[in-house]
């Protein structure tokens, strides 16, 4: 994937201003520790014992959370603003003479007061290296379709395989029954089960893996604006391709 090594894996560089708000994060957080177990607060002028120390601490504990926790968090945005920012674009390539793409790919979605919220989705995409010629698909289930399978009415309508978390999580149709062995085989559904303990792959939405007998897609969002893909992304994205390759060999590999 030549792309995804276009620039070094995206590592988020921090000023010395941002080290700075950090300090005095932790100052105020080893202050309010220390007034909060001691039960004494004193500086300067500032002399605080009993209650008033005790609250004074839980007080100076919060703000030097807030002021981590919010620097860290504002991370992604910072390293947006630096001039060596770049952002991963969508391409084709080819992964041991697989057809690969990934594309951003940008939509919009209504809002309650009938306006529109500009949002995108990542979207994978491997193809085999020649069709399975079995009609087949099989879809990652989303929330609302495994609380469907846990109350009982899907499980009328689909293929099972007979492993409770594979079949929970994943729903199967298939035009042949007899021919499910020539896709999931045990090792495949291992590994797909390993692919779904590690949701979500890139940042933090559930997203939908799909196999057809042309290709093995993914797509995962809808991520707002501010959530743009960037540097640090790229290296969770090339783990992601080589996931999805083992899931491939195994599928081809059953059908040598």
């Known amino acids: 994937m030549p792309e995804l090594r276009k620039f070094p894996k995206g590592q988020i560089k921090r000023t010395s201003h941002f080290y700075g708000w950090v300090l005095i994060g932790v100052m105020f957080l ?7 177990f001691t039960g004494e607060f004193n500086w300067r002028s500032l002399n605080l014992k009993g209650n008033d120390a005790y609250l004074f601490g839980a007080m100076l504990i919060c703000v030097g959370l807030f002021f981590l926790i919010y620097l860290f ?3 992604e945005r910072s390293e947006r603003d ?3 920012f770049h ?14 793409t990934f594309i951003i790919e940008q939509t919009c979605l209504p809002t309650h007061n009938g306006g529109a919220l ?23 289930r989303d929330e609302f379709e495994f609380l469907l399978w846990k109350i009982g009415p ?6 099972l395989t007979g492993n409770d978390y594979f079949d929970s999580k994943y729903r199967v149709k298939i035009e042949n029954e007899n021919l499910l062995n020539n896709v999931l085989n045990f090792e495949t559904i291992k590994l797909l089960e390993k692919f779904d303990r590690d949701y979500p792959p890139i940042r933090n939405k559930n997203g939908v893996l799909t196999i057809t007998d042309m290709s093995i897609r993914y797509a995962e ?3 707002n604006e501010d959530q743009r893909l960037f540097d640090p992304h790229r290296g969770i994205i090339e783990s992601l391709f080589n996931e999805l390759m083992k ?6 590999q059953e059908r040598k």
Do not use: W
Request: net charge positive; proline share 2%.
């Open 30 to 36: 080893l202050m309010g520790v220390s007034s909060f």
């Open 73 to 75: 968090f504002n991370a």
């Open 82 to 84: 630096r001039v060596a």
């Open 87 to 100: 952002q991963l674009e969508n391409f084709t390539d080819l992964i041991d003479d697989h057809k690969t």
């Open 118 to 140: 500009s949002v995108f989705y990542y979207k994978l995409e491997i193809y085999f290296k020649t069709k399975l010629k079995i009609n087949i698909c099989i879809r990652r």
């Open 154 to 159: 899907l499980r009328l309508f689909d293929v």
């Open 221 to 223: 969002g809808p991520y």
């Open 247 to 252: 899931i491939v060999y195994a599928i081809e």
